[in-house]
């Protein structure tokens, strides 16, 4: 197309922007970092496929990236500490699982910790929120942006779809730093007004965050004032799974006394079979009413049976989604609080 890495920075330079860094996938330049001279204010140049500069890296103003691939590591973090697999090489004994129920407990309760080794992906995973919120205020322009943080780069391209980057040497701080970004051909296009649109688009950034900033610390206030009702709540809806669970136990120490009634009934059906037929036409005439006497009393039981099993059900459905409801509210709620402390 006629354009060089040279051209391009003597038509940057020209209009009072000074490189910063080049950044290179496969040794072919991918975003060129600049300041403006005029306001100071940061843009990254996307340099698109069609144009492939070829630079050398040397760790200083020529940096190499990689694609990242990030996982929810907020949760699988977590997930790992608390969730550890069961051991079912436990004594079981009726009526008392003490020893299963200990396990439970004491893999369960382990102190929370989401200082870990994977801690970049967690920031990636927040950053890579951040701009999908973002993308919402730069729909209607040609200008999108990325986040800087240590050796990552989170990304909004054209097409909003959000790319993750690793920077294997040190080129940024650990603090979030934002940059508008701006196609290559988008950028010779708006060379004049480079300058005023950064700015402009980065104010009305920043209006946007501010003003979220207000709205959600009031809103984080009142859930605060509110958090003693809530937690409430939740403790109230985690002592009802006692009732429920009391209810199953109770059902379930029904069953054996209604299968041995079936079992009896059963029996005095067969024994009444074999052993009194065809004698005489009275006797006959009573045993089939006894039979028909003890069918009713079997089917009786046998539908008592069903409903049994069928509240046993009921009530089980009731325990797992409230126990699953309170661990996911709980979990998310202490990973959302939890990143307050930074």
């Not at 029904?254 to 005489?280: A, F, H, M, W």
Request: net charge positive; charged share 30%; with cysteine.
């Amino acid at each position: 197309m006629g354009l060089s890495i040279i051209k391009l920075n003597e038509l940057l330079r020209k209009q009072k922007f000074e490189i910063v860094r080049y950044f290179t996938f496969n040794d072919v330049c991918m975003f060129v970092e600049t300041r403006s001279l005029l306001n100071g204010e940061k843009l990254m140049i996307y340099i698109q496929s069609d144009y492939e500069f070829k630079l050398a890296y040397d760790n200083n103003r020529v940096f190499k990236i990689e694609y990242h691939e990030i996982e929810d590591t907020i949760s699988s973090d977590l997930t790992e500490e608390r969730y550890k697999p069961l051991s079912l090489d436990l004594e079981l004994k009726s009526g008392n699982n003490a020893g299963l129920n200990k396990q439970l407990l004491e893999q369960y309760n382990i102190p929370l910790n989401v200082e870990t080794t994977k801690n970049y992906n967690k920031i990636l995973l927040v950053l890579n929120n951040q701009l999908k919120r973002l993308k919402l205020s730069l729909s209607d322009v040609k200008y999108k942006c990325l986040i800087t943080n240590g050796h990552y780069i989170a990304c909004l391209q054209r097409d909003n779809r959000i790319d993750d980057f690793f920077i294997p040497d040190f080129a940024y701080s650990y603090k979030n730093q934002l940059y508008l970004t701006i196609d290559l051909k988008s950028c010779i296009e708006k060379m004049n007004t480079l300058h005023d649109d950064i700015k402009q688009i980065h104010k009305g950034l920043f209006a946007v965050f501010n003003k979220n900033v207000k709205l959600n610390l009031q809103h984080l206030h009142k859930m605060i004032e509110e958090a003693p009702l809530q937690l409430q709540k939740l403790n109230q809806k985690h002592l009802t799974i006692r009732k429920y669970k009391e209810m199953v136990r109770k059902f379930t120490r029904i069953l054996p006394k209604v299968d041995d009634k079936i079992r009896k009934y059963e029996q005095d059906y067969q024994d009444l079979s074999i052993n009194n037929s065809g004698k005489n036409i009275l006797q006959d005439m009573n045993i089939s009413h006894r039979k028909n006497a003890l069918n009713k009393l079997i089917q009786k039981e046998q539908n008592r049976r069903k409903d049994i099993l069928s509240n046993i059900e009921k009530l089980q459905e009731i325990i797992d989604h409230i126990i699953i409801s309170l661990d996911i509210t709980l979990f998310e709620s202490i990973v959302s609080y939890d990143t307050i402390n930074w």
